[in-house]
């Protein structure tokens, strides 16, 4: 098959041993993050396969009529709110996901707490430039983390912040309160309350019409002055523009943020902030997540490839003609 993968900015798929999968197949690689409609279906020209790595890449309508060769995208990860499959569905265009690991995102958020209440960047950068200590940080140790959605990540997270001495609370559903509670961690079922509570407050949802904007500018007020918010989920969870103001308003102090309203977000007013650590949505950007989205991805490229049907039990077809 012709083969495409899109927007791999830092070149590492054709350094992946799972990149010898796609052997015998034709295959390029863009590295190039295009603007428009007409710039993505240049790059994916009549390739028949697909390749998108997590949402940088939007498919919609427009571009799916540009692509008339096209009979496969397989998704990494299992997020898909930029391709429109119905789109894909009336023209027969199958479609796969696959499955990701909690552990890079829930690291991630503990590198982003431990850097942003040690001041590790700005010390660092100072340092280079010849300056010696310039900020105080504080200890996590008997401060308490306010976990908003104990899933997989968030449990992690919690776990990792039990390990460093922090009290822990967590929000969410009954069923993830219930769990959490059987986890020994302290289920904390009002929003506000853990707002108010907590030193440092991480989100971890997904991102639904029901959690959108779910995180709003009074919650963010209840946050103590020294406080520090963060989020490596999804930056539709706080409401439009009230991060910014909150930290503008001082309350809270900090924040630390991997994820952004639009995305390469190089104009994002967060990323300008002295008042918060802003990373290009690093979460999931590690090897071997690479290479369990990669593995997954290029297997389905040859199970369609051969006519076989696509494992269900690990990456499954969402949408086929």
Known sequence: MRVVVMEDYQRAVG???AFGLLDGHEVVVQSVRPETVADRAAQIGDAEALVLIRERTPVDAPLLALLP???LICQTGRGMPHIDLAECTRLGIAVCTGSGSAYAPAELTLALILASTRNIVADAVALRSGTWQTTVGRELHGRTLGIIGYGHIGALVA?????????VLAWGRAASLERATADGFEAEPDLDALCERSDVVSVHLKLTPETRGL???RHLSLMKPDGLFVNTARAGLVESGALAAALAAGRPGNAAVDVFDEEPATADPLVASDAVLATPHLGYVTWDTYETYF???FAQVNAFADGAPIDVANPEVLAAG
């Open 15 to 17: 350094r992946l041993d």
């Open 69 to 71: 060769s096209l009979k």
């Open 159 to 167: 776990g990792y912040g039990q390990a460093l001495g922090m009290h």
């Open 215 to 217: 995180v709003t500018a």
């Open 295 to 297: 593995r997954q991805a």
